[in-house]
């Protein structure tokens, strides 16, 4: 980024308000502090594409437990195999 926007990455003092109006090339702009950014944007934090929504945690437990059942059933298998060749070349 230029020094120009560098003032995009410093976050609001507790007393502050999370908007700002500012003129930059003669156009006046409303930025918002986007928590989920950690920086002045011109989206409101709701409207955050970054946003953890219930759906996407949702999809990401989804995910770790098909994941953890993908392991269980590849060592089963490995286990299986192994004890399989145990008995059949244990002569």
């Known amino acids: 980024m230029d020094n120009k926007y560098a ?28 928590p989920n950014h950690h920086q002045w944007t011109i989206h409101k934090p709701t409207e955050c594409r970054r946003q953890p929504s219930r759906l996407n945690m949702r999809q990401t437990s989804m995910k770790a437990n098909k994941r953890a059942n993908f392991k269980a059933k590849k060592e089963a298998y490995l286990q299986a ?11």
């Open 7 to 34: 003032w995009k990455l410093i976050p609001p003092k507790d007393s502050e308000p999370t908007v700002k109006r500012v003129l930059i090339d003669g156009k006046t702009k409303t930025y918002y502090w986007c």
């Open 81 to 91: 195999k192994a004890a399989y060749h145990a008995c059949r070349y244990d002569t």
